[in-house]
């Protein structure tokens, strides 16, 4: 069976999408506060790069040629404007980026998820030190490829709430 967004249950293929959870080095105690204990001891050399403040964005570019765009939890627009949300600026942000590209990333045999850092303007409690004019920009900083993703998305969910299927307000098929 070909891949069709129409046909695909939009809340696995976000939670197939997501990026992982990542421990801290040091652990968090209440209200996010870092604690003594170390949670992942290094060995050898460690190199520490500045994480960009601003919010993670995931371009999800699917093998019908389907271009998402995703905050970290949520699907917020698909390029043929079937699926919209302008939450805090990310599709703007990136829209003509995904409009540019979404041929050269699409694969007819996997799903490639580009996460993304979105930063500028009044996105993040820095956004004030990035650019002085207002600009938005942002970063890539790690890249996904899914190449057995058929089976994932096939699978009946037990969740109710995450069998929401995407939906063409021209047409009245579910």
């Keep these: 069976m070909a891949f069709d967004i129409r046909r695909v249950d939009l809340g696995k293929l976000n939670s197939l999408t997501k990026y992982p959870s990542i421990l801290t080095y040091h652990a968090l105690g209440d209200k996010g ?4 204990t170390v949670q992942i001891p ?6 520490g790069t500045e994480k960009v403040d601003g919010t993670n964005t ?4 699917c093998p019908d040629g389907a271009a998402l765009v995703g905050s970290r939890e949520d699907l917020l627009w698909e390029r043929r ?4 949300n302008p939450a805090m600026g990310i599709v703007e942000a990136v ?4 409009q ?5 990333l699409s694969s007819h045999n996997q799903i490639a998820v ?4 979105v930063y500028g303007k009044n996105i993040g409690a820095a956004a004030r030190n990035y650019t002085r004019e207002g600009r938005v920009g942002f970063r890539l900083f790690d890249v996904v490829f899914i190449d057995n993703f058929e089976e994932t998305l096939r699978r009946r969910s037990s969740c109710k709430k995450c069998r929401q299927r995407y939906s063409d307000k021209n047409s009245n098929k579910p």
């Design 33 to 36: 506060v870092l604690q003594e």
């Design 42 to 47: 290094f060995a050898g050399r460690v190199i």
């Design 58 to 61: 995931r371009l999800i570019f």
């Design 81 to 84: 404007d079937l699926i919209g």
């Design 95 to 98: 829209k003509d980026t995904v």
């Design 100 to 104: 540019r590209l979404f041929e050269r």
């Design 114 to 117: 580009y996460f993304l850092e």
